[in-house]
C-alpha cells in the first residue's frame, strides 16, 4: 500500500476536459441557487411591516447557540414523540453532508496536488477516510433514505401530504448515492481488484466496503475491464447530470431541497428581542394605516421567509390540541395556505410599476386562503412552535390576521366579542359575575398598596383569581401562604383592572393597550418594583408585553417564588396537613411551561411536599397539552369535542387522585371536564399553592 494509495480524482475520465467542464458546472449551480434567492428574497420583501431584527453580534450568537446542537445531534428532531423521523433525518442530513465533504476534500487535493504541487495532510490518510465516506457517509444516507422510502410510501403519516415533490427529492438522493456507489466499484473493480493495474491493491478496496462488495459482484457477474471502464464513464457523467438536475429543480421550483438554505435562514431571523410569549407590538396607532394583516404586505418579511421555511413535516398539526379536538385549524396547512397566497399575490404586486396602486387580491388572505374558523381555533399554546425544528411562529400570522378580523371588519365570535365588551365596561371579561375585586379579602386583613405603599411585593391577583368562585380559593391560599412566610405584599384592590391579554390575544390590540397603559400608570404612581402573582396569562403578559409599552417590573410566578421560600426553609409544609390529595399529577400551563420555560419550580413545590405520591402526565412539560382555555377560548363556544376534555382523559389514564395545577384558566377547564366526565366526587383538580397552604397548616 502506497503512502498515497485511494480513491484517483478523475479516473478514467479525460482530464483536463472533465474537469474543466465540472469547475464550469459548479458556478452556474451556484448561480443559479443565488437566482433563485434573489427572486425569493424580492418576494419576501413585499411583507413590509416594520421590524426590529436586533444587533448582527447577538444574531449571529442565538444562532449558533441554536444551530450547532439542532446540526450536530439534531435536537429538535430526534426527539421521543418522533423517534423513527428524527434519524431517519439526522441519518440523511449526516449521510450526506459527509458525502459533500469526501467530494470537497477530494477536490481540494486534486486540485492543490496538480497545480500548486502541494500535498494536503488529508492525502496521507485517503485509505482511512475512504472508509470513513463509504460507511458513515453512504451508509448513514442509505439507511436514512431507506427509512424515508418506508415512511412515505409504506407507513403513511396522515400529516404527510407532500407526495409528489418528496417523490422527486428521494428520486435524486438515491440516484445520487447509487451512481456514486457504482461509480466507487466500477473504479475498485478495474483498478484495486485488478492484478493487471498500476493500482492493484485489494488491502486498500477493502477499505471502501460498500464499493468494494459491488465490485466483487460485477466481477462475478463476468464484467471486464473495458465495460467496467465504459460503464463507469457513462454512470460518472449520470452522476453529474443527476446533480446538476436537482439543482435546476431546488431553483425553478423552490422544492424541499431549498429548506438547507431557509430553515437556516429562518433561525437566523427569528424574534430575538422577545420572549417566546410576547406577541408582536403593532406599533403607534396613530401611524397606522391598516390594523392587522390584510394582505402580503401587511406582514413582517421574515414571517414570509418563514413560510418558505416550512417543510411540511406535519410536526405542528400532531402536536396541535386544536386539530386533535377536530378543529379545522392545521398549523401546517396554515403554513402552506400563506405560502400558496404568497406566490399567487407576489407577481401581482412585483409586476405593478411604480406609484401605480396595487390591484386588489382576487382571493382574501383571511377568508380564502387561510379563513376565519381556522383563525378562532387557534389557542396560541406554543406547541406548533414548539414541535417545529425551524421555529416558524404560527402564532404571529394568525394574530395578526385575528387584528384584522377584530379591528378592521369587526368580526369577533358573538362570546369572545362579549368578553371583549366587558373588559371596556368594567375592567374585566367575566360577565354576569356579582363578585368584586375585593371579595375574595373578606376576613383576611390583606393590606392595599394605597394604604401600604412601602410592601415589598405587589400581589396580583388577576381577574380570574378575583371574580370567580374557584380563583378566589387560589387566592385566598396564596395570600395565605405569603402571610405565612412573612412576607410584607400588598394588592391593588379595587384599582387593579383586566391585565389585557385576553383582548391582545383576540387580536384588539387597541383594549389591550388601553388596560395595559392604565396599569402600568398605576405601578409607576406606587412606584411598584417586584410584581407576583398566580395567573401565568397575566405572569407572561405584564413581564413580556407590558415593556413593549414601558413597563418594566421584576414578574414572578408564585411556582418560582415559593420555590424559593422552601429552598430556604422559610416554609416547612408537613404531611399532616395535606388530607386526601392522594396521588398527583401535575399539568404544566402554556404560559408558564412552553412559553416561559418553567417546568422544575412547580415540581420542586410537590418534591418539597411530604407524603405526596407524584406521577407524570404522559404529555408533560415541553409535551403539555393545552387545557383549552388560551387564547381567548376561554370566552368562545366550543362545538365538536373539547380540548378540555381530552386533556383530563389525559389525567384519568395516570390513575392519579388529584391534578395538581398552577393557573386559574386551567381550574375551570379541568373542573368542567371532570364534571362532564361525571368524575368530580373521586376525581379532583386543585392550584399547587392550595396544596401547600394546606401542606403549611
Not at 159 to 164: H, V
Not at 259 to 285: C, E, Q, T, W
Not at 492 to 504: N, Y
Request: charged residues 20%; negative net charge; contains cysteine.
Amino acid at each position: 500500500m502506497s503512502e498515497l494509495s485511494g480513491r484517483t480524482e478523475f479516473w478514467n475520465i479525460g482530464y483536463p476536459f472533465a474537469g474543466a467542464l465540472v469547475y464550469l458546472i459548479a458556478p452556474i449551480a451556484l448561480a443559479s441557487i443565488a437566482y433563485a434567492l434573489r427572486r425569493r428574497w424580492r418576494m419576501w420583501h413585499i411583507a413590509s411591516a416594520e421590524i426590529e431584527l436586533g444587533s448582527t453580534v447577538d444574531r449571529w450568537k442565538a444562532f449558533l447557540s441554536f444551530a450547532l446542537p439542532g446540526v450536530f445531534v439534531h435536537k429538535k428532531f430526534v426527539r421521543k414523540r418522533d423517534l423513527y423521523p428524527g434519524i431517519m433525518h439526522f441519518s440523511i442530513f449526516w449521510g450526506f453532508g459527509i458525502l459533500l465533504i469526501a467530494t470537497t476534500v477530494a477536490a481540494a487535493e486534486f486540485n492543490s496536488e496538480h497545480y500548486l504541487d502541494w500535498i494536503l495532510p488529508t492525502a496521507h490518510s485517503r485509505v482511512l477516510l475512504g472508509f470513513v465516506w463509504d460507511v458513515l457517509g453512504g451508509g448513514l444516507a442509505m439507511v436514512g433514505l431507506s427509512m424515508a422510502a418506508w415512511r412515505r410510501y409504506v407507513i403513511r403519516p396522515g400529516r404527510l401530504n407532500t407526495a409528489l415533490d418528496d417523490g422527486i427529492v428521494l428520486i435524486f438522493l438515491f440516484g445520487l448515492l447509487a451512481t456514486g456507489f457504482m461509480v466507487e466499484a466500477m473504479r475498485i473493480g478495474a483498478t484495486e481488484l485488478n492484478p493487471a493495474s498500476d493500482y492493484f491493491d485489494e488491502s486498500v478496496a477493502i477499505w471502501s466496503p460498500i464499493g468494494w462488495l459491488l465490485a466483487k459482484i460485477f466481477l462475478g457477474l463476468g464484467f471486464t475491464t473495458e465495460v467496467l471502464k465504459a460503464t463507469h464513464v457513462v454512470l460518472w457523467w449520470v452522476h453529474a447530470i443527476i446533480f446538476v438536475g436537482a439543482i435546476i429543480y431546488t431553483a425553478a421550483r423552490f422544492s424541499k431541497f431549498s429548506h438547507m438554505i431557509v430553515s437556516a435562514m429562518n433561525l437566523y431571523y427569528r424574534p430575538l428581542n422577545r420572549s417566546r410569549g410576547a406577541l408582536k407590538p403593532m406599533g403607534d396607532f396613530e401611524t397606522l394605516q391598516t390594523f392587522g394583516a390584510k394582505d402580503l404586505p401587511d406582514l413582517q418579511w421574515t414571517q414570509a421567509l418563514s413560510f418558505d421555511a416550512c417543510t411540511n413535516c406535519g410536526r405542528c398539526q400532531d402536536a396541535c390540541p386544536a386539530w386533535a379536538s377536530g378543529k379545522p385549524l392545521s398549523p401546517r396547512a396554515l403554513i402552506q395556505g400563506m405560502r400558496g397566497y404568497m406566490e399567487d399575490r407576489a407577481p401581482v404586486i412585483l409586476g405593478t410599476p411604480n406609484g401605480e396602486k396595487i390591484p386588489e387580491p382576487t382571493t382574501s388572505m383571511v377568508h380564502d386562503s387561510i379563513g376565519d374558523d381556522v383563525l378562532w381555533s387557534c389557542l396560541t399554546c406554543a406547541a406548533c412552535l414548539d414541535a417545529c425544528p425551524v421555529e416558524i411562529n404560527h402564532i404571529d400570522s394568525i394574530v395578526d390576521m385575528r387584528r384584522f378580523l377584530a379591528l378592521e371588519e369587526a368580526t369577533v365570535p358573538d362570546t369572545a366579542q362579549s368578553a371583549l365588551q366587558s373588559i371596556e365596561q368594567r375592567g374585566h371579561p367575566w360577565r354576569g359575575t356579582n363578585l368584586t375585586r375585593t371579595s375574595w379579602m373578606e376576613g383576611l386583613d390583606i393590606p392595599t398598596l394605597a394604604k401600604q405603599p412601602d410592601s415589598e411585593i405587589l400581589f396580583w391577583v388577576g381577574c380570574s383569581g378575583a371574580l370567580t368562585e374557584r380563583g378566589i380559593s387560589t387566592t385566598r391560599s396564596m395570600a395565605s401562604v405569603l402571610k405565612k412566610a412573612g412576607v410584607k405584599f400588598a394588592v391593588l384592590g379595587e384599582e387593579e383592572t383586566c391585565s389585557g391579554d385576553p383582548a391582545r390575544r383576540l387580536g384588539n390590540e387597541y383594549l389591550f393597550q388601553l388596560q395595559a397603559e392604565k396599569n402600568i400608570t398605576t405601578f409607576n404612581q406606587y412606584d411598584v418594583k417586584e410584581v407576583i402573582t398566580t395567573c401565568p396569562h397575566c405572569f407572561n403578559t405584564i413581564k413580556n408585553e407590558y415593556p413593549q409599552l414601558g413597563g418594566n417590573y421584576d414578574v414572578i410566578h408564585y411556582t418560582a417564588y415559593v420555590g424559593e421560600l422552601l429552598k430556604k426553609g422559610i416554609l416547612q409544609p408537613s404531611e399532616a396537613g395535606i388530607g386526601k390529595i392522594g396521588t398527583v399529577t401535575y399539568h404544566d400551563s402554556c404560559y408558564l411551561g412552553r412559553h416561559n420555560g418553567e417546568f422544575g419550580a412547580p415540581r420542586e413545590i410537590i418534591s418539597a411536599i411530604p407524603g405526596l405520591n407524584f406521577v407524570e402526565m404522559d404529555l408533560s412539560q415541553e409535551r403539555s397539552f393545552c387545557c383549552g382555555a388560551g387564547g381567548g377560548r376561554m370566552w368562545m363556544e366550543e362545538e365538536g369535542e373539547r380540548v378540555n376534555h381530552l386533556r383530563t382523559d389525559q389525567f384519568l389514564a395516570t390513575k392519579a387522585d388529584t391534578l395538581a395545577v398552577s393557573c386559574p384558566f386551567c381550574i375551570q377547564m379541568f373542573d368542567e371536564g371532570l364534571g362532564a366526565k361525571g368524575r368530580e366526587n373521586d376525581k379532583n383538580a386543585i392550584d399547587l399553592i392550595s396544596i401547600l397552604d394546606q401542606a403549611t397548616d
